[in-house]
């Protein structure tokens, strides 16, 4: 069974700062991808960040030059480092990871879901 756990959401207001993170746990025997997804109150769900394995990163256009993604291997660990909150980057923000499991398939997995509420 894997799992993908995440933290670190909450409120913060416009102009501040949040860190999530994720630890992805269980039969894991690969990972291809690892990033952050979000979805907004009646909208769909939208790129925020993903890490390759050889360490590429890609950003949703709405983030760039704001959100910072890096993996910390020793802990095992996605970090996502927020910054100049905005109050359109309220929602709900989802681990995802692209890995092996124990089928030795490449699957998608995704978080529960944290929530992070900007607003003054």
């Known amino acids: 069974q894997v799992q993908l756990m995440e933290s670190g959401g909450g409120f913060v207001q416009p102009g501040g700062s949040l860190n999530l993170s994720c630890v992805p746990s269980?039969?894991?025997?690969?990972?291809?991808?690892v990033g952050w997804y979000r979805q907004a109150p009646g909208k769909g769900r939208e790129l925020v960040a993903t890490?390759?394995?050889?360490?590429?990163?890609n950003y949703g256009d709405s983030v760039k030059g704001r959100f910072t993604i890096s993996g910390d291997n020793a802990k095992n660990t996605v970090l996502l480092q927020m910054s100049s909150l905005k109050p359109e980057d309220t929602a709900n923000y989802y681990c995802?990871?692209?890995?092996?499991?124990?089928?030795?398939?490449?699957?998608?997995?995704w978080g529960q879901g944290t929530q992070v509420i900007v607003s003054s």
């Open positions: 995802y990871a692209n890995l092996r499991d124990y089928t030795s398939q490449w699957r998608d997995y």
């Open positions: 890490m390759s394995s050889n360490g590429h990163t």
């Open positions: 269980g039969n894991i025997f690969g990972i291809n991808v």
